[in-house]
T-cell receptor, first 112, second 113 residues
Framework: DAKTTQPNSMESNEEEPVHLPCNHS???????IHWYRQLPSQGPEYVIH???SNVNNRMASLAIAEDRKSSTLILHRATLRDAAVYYC?????????????FGKGTKLTVNP | DTEVTQTPKHLVMGMTNKKSLKCEQH?????MYWYKQKAKKPPELMFV???????INESVPSRFSPECPNSSLLNLHLHALQPEDSALYLC????????????FGPGTRLTVT
């Protein structure tokens, strides 16, 4: 499975935008980029996914570099509830893999 | 109902005990998963069931025995566990094999004494 690299931790202030980076220099053409987050004492929660184009949903936006070797999860206005570990995961859908291989993730702290 | 439920929330068991973890979903999902998460580590996949058949076993020791009696229910039977098996056990489901979004339950916190 292709690997991702994320900063161990980041801090943000409430109501400010947050940009969470992810590097995936060995990404293949059929790898989708997934983001999940895990709030304290909860199971992981799907956030967003994309292949080549930028994606938006009610939770976040995903900006994918043109060469696909990196991506950024954007939380437009952080709230205290967004404090969590954010995981960037590559998934080869064409390979038929059902695996989500979680990396270490980025622990996001949101300051009031 | 977009919920995956897991019982019990907490479990303490001795190394000679037999216990089971239960996971349920009523979203009509046909793929279900067990993950293990040690403290301050990411989740690691253990098993995948698709249409009630085991499709992935990540070389998990036989003291962990999964079971999928029907499409809504997933069990994990535990026997002769070791203290290093203490962890958070997470269940997840997806609509079908290959679907993008996995729904996770809150997990069962297992302590082996």
């Amino acid at each position: 499975d292709a690997k991702t690299t994320q900063p161990n931790s980041m801090e943000s202030n409430e109501e400010e935008p947050v940009h969470l980076p992810c590097n995936h220099s060995t990404i293949s053409g059929t790898d989708y980029i997934h983001w999940y987050r895990q709030l304290p004492s909860q199971g992981p929660e799907y956030v967003i996914h994309g292949l080549t184009s930028n994606v938006n949903n009610r939770m976040a936006s995903l900006a994918i570099a043109e060469d696909r070797k990196s991506s950024t999860l954007i939380l437009h206005r952080a709230t205290l509830r967004d404090a969590a570990v954010y995981y960037c995961i590559l998934r080869d859908v064409e390979g038929g893999s059902e695996k989500l291989v979680f990396g270490k993730g980025t622990k996001l702290t949101v300051n009031p | 109902d977009t919920e995956v439920t897991q019982t019990p929330k907490h479990l303490v068991m001795g190394m000679t005990n037999k216990k089971s973890l239960k996971c349920e979903q009523h979203m009509g999902h046909r793929a279900m998963y067990w993950y293990k998460q040690k403290a301050k580590k990411p989740p690691e996949l253990m098993f995948v069931y698709s249409y009630e058949k085991l499709s992935i076993n990540e070389s998990v020791p036989s003291r962990f025995s999964p079971e999928c009696p029907n499409s809504s229910l997933l069990n994990l039977h535990l026997h002769a566990l070791q203290p290093e098996d203490s962890a958070l056990y997470l269940c997840a489901s997806t609509f079908s094999y290959g679907a993008y979004e996995q729904y996770f339950g809150p997990g069962t916190r297992l302590t082996v004494t």
